[in-house]
């Protein structure tokens, strides 16, 4: 995948945008709730896999179990028009087809804009979303709590696991202490995430 999956043309990134406000309140932000669609099935993993090459494989299962085209990788944090189009006329969003590679995966989130590698996914994203192109799932990930939140409908998805999902319970006590100071997560946290979290 070249850089032409990067979204650049604003009627594409609109279009993009719909899929985005239809499955998020995103403007929400963890412990909240971020899904608007009622998911019956939410698995954790650490936000750092998501970020690498290795995680393609896992996305690639996902397009092909719902039998999606496409999916998009949104980073909502910085915002997509006031900082990232403003500075290099381009969108933090790309298209990622079926057929894509890990390694072309990779090149996604390590290649920032040629005047500013600094700004690429893997170094300057806070908030991103991977969305499905038939809204039959959706992730959430933030990087200040170290976690993604995979949201999914089990019937669709049944007897399908991964080594790198986590319950909820399981990241509130692996991997959200690493976030916190002195490791502790504070109850007021543990407690909206569960609320907001556990499968159904």
Known sequence: MSKNNVIKDKKHFEEALR?????????QRLPNQVYKVPFEKTVVFDFDHALSRHFWSELEELIGFFGDSFAIIAVLDPYPVDYYYNEFSEYNWCVLQKGTTADEYWSILEQGPEESP??????????????????????WGERSYGICVLGL????????????????????S???????????????????????????
């Open 19 to 27: 899929l985005v406000t239809k499955m998020f309140n995103y403007e």
């Open 118 to 139: 600094a700004d690429s996914i893997l170094i300057n994203s806070e908030v991103i979303v991977w969305i499905s192109s038939k809204m039959k799932w959706a992730i």
């Open 153 to 172: 409908n089990d019937g669709d998805i049944s007897g399908y696991e991964s080594e790198s999902w986590f319950t909820m319970d399981q990241a509130i």
């Open 174 to 200: 692996e991997l959200l202490p690493l976030n916190f100071r002195n490791c502790t997560v504070p109850e007021e946290i543990t407690s909206m995430l569960l609320k907001c979290y556990k499968s159904n």
